[in-house]
Each structure stands twice: as structure tokens, then as C-alpha cells.
């Protein structure tokens, strides 16, 4: 209904019949050719107008000369035979040979003029003309031809006026003697309404029956295209579907023509390409299952490991110096497999999918204070100010704090190691429906492809880097996911030489869904953002799943 509405507009059409055009097979194929079959049929239609009105015309000249020949033959033929002397005679001559020439030519207008230039005689009687309202019609040219050329037709083209309408028409004039009278110019008028009409009513058929096939062709097209068209669009959404992720959607095959193979070979490509993606889901799910059980299984011989490795270490001082420095080595290694393993451990729990959220209402200044306080010996070792930037509003949102504060512990931890000494500022904003936390540090950077790869698995851009925490390289897959699992976006811009900025957005509850954050990316103090530099900013892990 909306759709009808938006039709209904003479104002929307442009732009409607634009998208049709854009958007529609269908449409444009018909559009097409009922545009060149309405202009094929409109110059045929306009030659066979013109030629059948040049026969009209033509046939109706040779009737009417023919006509006229007959009727100026019967009226000179009177005269010869007559001998009227008198005016009286002479008059009633004329008139009988007029009654003549109007029943011989079914024409009644019929002038007579006495050519000029003639003696004059008392015999000769007046001009005399039926023309009534057409008398003018008759042009000087018409009249010179006629008074110059005895026993020779001419004829003119003409509008009759007659009593209700113009009528088109044409006059033919020759030349009669009058006994004793002298030369007249003899004029007869026909009128051509009944070709006119004849015209008309052919113009007007072809006319209707012109825009009857031009509707014929448009509706024929209409059921060829959409034969065509229909089992094409089926076959577009599904491959959309199966774009989408839905694996099981078919093109129904039907017959046995080209539409038909085209299904069928979508049909086959869309069976391996499902039985591909099994075969794969299957690997996959056996590595997954693989790194957990390992994962498992390496935990109770590294906690005896690390219960050994404790015990030495604290005895270090008791050893000669070369083993002093081995214990010290193994207890750091132990801890760094240690992190490892459980990193390894959280991330195939969240492929095997059995991530449970424990959210419950959390300030999100709060955390960013924990994190700052337990980062913060790191930060001095490494000469970086540690600053927060809060300016207050809703800040408590539904989160699981144990997951939210690790992303925040691994974002600071990041950005005090890459950071250079210098200051790190974490930002902590929220509006109605979301909160932000941003981790800005000004130190090395990324580059846009190191950062197109920053939140994948065991990715570093420099792992020869000496590491002061962590270092498995799975802190920031495992800190996406924790936002992902929150429905919220973890994203980061960065410039070689700027530093970076990490932004967590969160919605504020459970169920909520983000449209946008409270907290800008690029940073603010950006040099893209303040519009010092033509660079395109570098993003990456915008909104995901
Ligand atoms: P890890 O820190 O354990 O190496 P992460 O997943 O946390 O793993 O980080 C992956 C890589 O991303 C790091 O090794 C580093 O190269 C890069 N990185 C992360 N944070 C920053 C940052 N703030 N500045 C520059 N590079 C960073």
C-alpha cells in the first residue's frame, strides 16, 4: 500500500520510472520495445496517410476534370447550336446552358465571368456566379491561365466556404464562346469533403489500430520478458541466500531447456560448495576440539611444572649464578605458558560456542580505574603518564566485568607497550544507549595493513619485539570477542608515528542493539580528524557480529 501511495504522486514519477529503469529487466525491455515498435508503426502509419491522401486526391482531380471537360463540352455545344441574336436570348441561353453544366457536372457552383478586355456589347450579358461566400476563391493566377488559353483546363486547389464549415476543394476554369456575346471564363467548384472524410476515417483507424498493436507488443513482451525473467530473479535471490549463509536453498528444475540447465548447474555447484563447507566445518571443529584437549591435557603437568619451577626459584639465591639465572628463566617461561594456555583455553571456548555472559550492572569508570591501578608500576617502568578522561553521565551498563575489565587490562597493557613513554589516555563516555571506552596512546602505530590485521590470532607486527606482559599475540582476538559476545564493537584507528586508539562501545543493556558511540574515531586529536592531512584514516574492526 505504501508502494501505491508513493505512485500515486505525479511528482515521485521521475524519480520512480528512474529506479524501474535502473532495477527492472523487465521494465526496460518493454519500455524499449514498445518505443521502437510505436515509432515503426508511427512512420508507416504517417506514409500510408500521406500516400492514400495523394490517391484521394488524385483520383478525385481526374473525376473532376474529366467532369468538367464533359460539362464545359455540353454548355459549348448549346451555344453553337443556338442562334440567339438579342440581350433576352442571349440571357436565356446562358441560363439553360448553367442548368446544364450543374446537372452534367453535379457541381452547383458555377460561375461565369466575361473575359475582359472584349468589346463591349449590349448583347453580352452580366457575370453571374453561384460561388455565394467562395466567390473570392477563384485567384488571379487561375483567371490569367483560363483568359489566355481558349479550349484548355486549369485547375486550383481551394477552401470552400460553405454554410456551416470550411470544406477543401478545387476549382477548375476553362474557356466558353457565347454567340454574339463575345469570350466568358466558364468556373466550377467541387468540393473534396467526401475525400476529406474518407481520409479521416482511415487516419483514424490506423490510428487505433496502431496504438492497439503497440499495446499488443508491450503486453506480448510483457509475458516473454517476465518467462525469462522470473526463473532469473529465482535464480538470483537464491544465489543471495546462499551468499548469505544459507547452504541448503535449491533452484527448482523444471523441463529441460536452458533456464532448466542453469538450475541444474547452480543446483551442482551449490552441493559441492555445501559439502565443501561441512568437510570443513568437520576440520575445523576436530582443530578446535584438538587445541582444547591439548590445552586440558598440557594444564595438571604445567601446574607441577610451575609448582617445581616455584620451589627453585625461591632458592635461587642458594644456587652458583648460572643456575640461579636458569631457575629465574624458568619461572618466567612457565608464566608465560601459563597466560598462553589459558588464552588457548578461552579462545576454543568461544569457538566451541559455550561462552556464557555473567552481566550484571557495571561502572565502566570503575574498571578503567582497576585497570589504570594494577597497569600502573608498568607504566612508570615504562615513563608513560597514565591519564582518565571521564566526563560523567549514564556510565553503568549490563556487562560481564571480568571479560570487560581483561579487554581494558590488555587495550592499557597494549598501549603502555607500544606507547613510547609517552602519556596513554583512557576515555570513558556514554549516551542513552551505548558506553565508550577508548585507549589513546601517541607511540609507534600501525600501519592500515598492519592494522587490517590486528585482531587476528597469533598476528604481532614485529614479534621479534622484546614483551614485558602477555605476548601470545591472542589478547586482541580474545578482546573482540568479548565485545562481540556483548553485542558491542571494538574498533581502532591508527597512523605510523601517531600512536593508535582503541574504542570498546557497548550497549548499555543485554538486549540493545548499536547504532553509533559516544565517543568519536579518529580520536579527536587526530591530524585526520582535524583535517591536517589528504590520508584516509586508518580503521579497522568496525561493527561485527
Ligand atoms: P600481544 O599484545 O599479545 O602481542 P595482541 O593481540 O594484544 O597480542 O596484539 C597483537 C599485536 O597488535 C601486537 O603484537 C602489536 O604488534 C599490535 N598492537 C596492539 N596494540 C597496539 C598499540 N597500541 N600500538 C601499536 N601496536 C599495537
Not at 485547375?155 to 456551416?164: A, D, R, Y
Not at 597514565?386 to 587490562?409: S, T
Request: net charge negative; glycine share 8%.
Amino acid at each position: 500500500m505504501p508502494q501505491l501511495t508513493y505512485w500515486s504522486r505525479p511528482r515521485n514519477w521521475p524519480r520512480l520510472l528512474r529506479s524501474s529503469w535502473r532495477s527492472s529487466l523487465q521494465f526496460r525491455t518493454v519500455t524499449i520495445s514498445v518505443a521502437f515498435s510505436g515509432l515503426a508503426i508511427l512512420v508507416v502509419g504517417v506514409y500510408m496517410s500521406v500516400s492514400i491522401g495523394n490517391d484521394l486526391f488524385q483520383s478525385r482531380l481526374s473525376q473532376v476534370l474529366l467532369d468538367s471537360n464533359r460539362a464545359t463540352s455540353a454548355a459549348q455545344s448549346l451555344f453553337d447550336a443556338s442562334d440567339a441574336t438579342d440581350r433576352v436570348q442571349v440571357q436565356n441561353l446562358l441560363s439553360s446552358a448553367r442548368t446544364s453544366i450543374s446537372t452534367t457536372s453535379s457541381s452547383r457552383l458555377v460561375a461565369v465571368l466575361r473575359v475582359p478586355g472584349q468589346e463591349s456589347s449590349t448583347v453580352a450579358p452580366q457575370d453571374s456566379s453561384t460561388f455565394g461566400q467562395s466567390t473570392g476563391v477563384i485567384g488571379a493566377d487561375l483567371r490569367t491561365q483560363v483568359q489566355g488559353n481558349n479550349g484548355e483546363q486549369f485547375w486550383q486547389s481551394v477552401t470552400l466556404t460553405g454554410e456551416t464549415a470550411t470544406v477543401p476543394g478545387i476549382v477548375v476554369g476553362s474557356q466558353i464562346t457565347v454567340p454574339v456575346a463575345g469570350r466568358y471564363e466558364l468556373y466550377i467548384a467541387y468540393s473534396l469533403q467526401d475525400a476529406e472524410a474518407t481520409l479521416l476515417f482511415v487516419q483514424q483507424t490506423l490510428g487505433v489500430a496502431g496504438v492497439a498493436l503497440v499495446l499488443l507488443i508491450g503486453a506480448v513482451t510483457w509475458i516473454v520478458v517476465r518467462f525469462v525473467v522470473t526463473p532469473l530473479r529465482v535464480a538470483a535471490e537464491t544465489s543471495q541466500k546462499l551468499a548469505s549463509g544459507d547452504l541448503m536453498v535449491r533452484i527448482p528444475e523444471k523441463g529441460e531447456d536452458v533456464i532448466a540447465t542453469l538450475a541444474r548447474s547452480f543446483n551442482g555447484m551449490a552441493d559441492s560448495l555445501q559439502s565443501q563447507i561441512r568437510e570443513l566445518a568437520d576440520l575445523s571443529e576436530v582443530q578446535q576440539r584438538f587445541v582444547s584437549d591439548v590445552s586440558h591435557e598440557l594444564r595438571t603437568p604445567l601446574t607441577t611444572i610451575r609448582l617445581a619451577g616455584d620451589v627453585l626459584y625461591d632458592q635461587r639465591a642458594s644456587f652458583p649464578p648460572a643456575t640461579g639465572r636458569t631457575a629465574e628463566l624458568l619461572h618466567t617461561q612457565v608464566e608465560r605458558f601459563e597466560l598462553l594456555l589459558s588464552d588457548l583455553l578461552e579462545i576454543s571456548r568461544y569457538d566451541a560456542g559455550s561462552v556464557e555472559l555473567e552481566s550484571e550492572p557495571t561502572n565502566l569508570v570503575y574498571l578503567a580505574e582497576d585497570a589504570i591501578d594494577s597497569l600502573r608500576s608498568l607504566a612508570e617502568s615504562k615513563g608513560s603518564d597514565l591519564r582518565l578522561v571521564a566526563p560523567g553521565g549514564y556510565l553503568n551498563a549490563d556487562v560481564d566485568p571480568r571479560r570487560i575489565r581483561r579487554v581494558l587490562h590488555n587495550l592499557i597493557g597494549n598501549a603502555i607497550e607500544h606507547g613510547e613513554g609517552k602519556p596513554v589516555m583512557v576515555s570513558v563516555d556514554s549516551d542513552a544507549k551505548a558506553v565508550a571506552l577508548a585507549v589513546r596512546d601517541y607511540g609507534l602505530g600501525m600501519s592500515q595493513a598492519e592494522v587490517a590485521h590486528v585482531f587476528d590470532r597469533f598476528w604481532r607486527a614485529d614479534p621479534s619485539r622484546q614483551r614485558t606482559i602477555g605476548g601470545t599475540g591472542l589478547g586482541l582476538a580474545i578482546s573482540r570477542e568479548d565485545a562481540s559476545v556483548h553485542n558491542g564493537w571494538l574498533q581502532v584507528w591508527s597512523r605510523p608515528g601517531e600512536g593508535s586508539c582503541f574504542r570498546l562501545t557497548l550497549p548499555r543493556t543485554a538486549q540493545g542493539l548499536l547504532e553509533s558511540s559516544p565517543l568519536p574515531l579518529p580520536p579527536a586529536d587526530a591530524t585526520d580528524q582535524l583535517g591536517e592531512s589528504g590520508h584516509v584514516p586508518v580503521l579497522g574492526g568496525g561493527p561485527h557480529a
